[in-house]
């Protein structure tokens, strides 16, 4: 029954308009015209990721997982590397190169991984 109810949803929802999708994704990110610099790379880098987390799944969770991380590691190099253009403050900018060369290697191992696994 429960499975009958989730695939009755997933029919439901799984028709929307991408314009609608992400329109959703991106509530509560009106642009107002005085926005600073760090704000708008900070909505242009979270629009990418949320562009680039809209895969076409697979059925295959491991594939699925790691093509939709791929994306969200990104997004965060992405926004480390603003704050370490626009940011002030030096613990901040430590994090956000430590950020970077992690999610770079892990993006070059997810990358491995799918040319090896299908994906």
Same mark, same amino acid.
């Given at each position: %029954?429960?499975?009958? $109810?989730?695939?009755?949803? @997933?029919?439901l929802?799984?028709?929307?308009?991408? +314009?609608?999708?992400?329109?959703?994704?991106?509530?509560?990110?009106?642009?107002?015209?005085?926005?600073?610099?760090? +704000?708008?790379?900070?909505? =242009?880098?979270?629009? !990418? %990721?949320?562009?680039?987390?809209?895969?076409?799944? +697979?059925?295959?969770?491991?594939?699925?997982?790691? !093509?939709?991380? @791929?994306?969200?590691?990104?997004?965060? @190099?992405?926004?480390? !590397? @603003?704050v *370490? =253009?626009?940011?002030?403050?030096? =613990?901040?900018?430590?994090?956000?190169?430590?950020?970077?060369?992690?999610? =770079?290697?892990? $993006?070059?191992?997810?990358?491995?991984w *799918?040319?090896?696994?299908?994906?």
């Amino acid at each position: %029954m429960k499975a009958a $109810i989730l695939a009755a949803a @997933i029919c439901l929802v799984a028709p929307l308009s991408a +314009t609608a999708q992400e329109a959703d994704a991106h509530s509560g990110h009106a642009m107002h015209g005085d926005e600073s610099p760090a +704000t708008m790379a900070f909505m =242009e880098a979270n629009a !990418r %990721m949320h562009g680039g987390m809209n895969i076409e799944f +697979t059925g295959d969770a491991d594939v699925d997982f790691v !093509r939709g991380m @791929i994306a969200h590691h990104q997004g965060a @190099i992405d926004m480390a !590397r @603003i704050v *370490l =253009e626009h940011g002030d403050d030096a =613990e901040v900018k430590k994090l956000a190169e430590e950020i970077i060369a992690a999610q =770079e290697g892990e $993006i070059a191992w997810m990358t491995e991984w *799918l040319e090896k696994n299908g994906g």
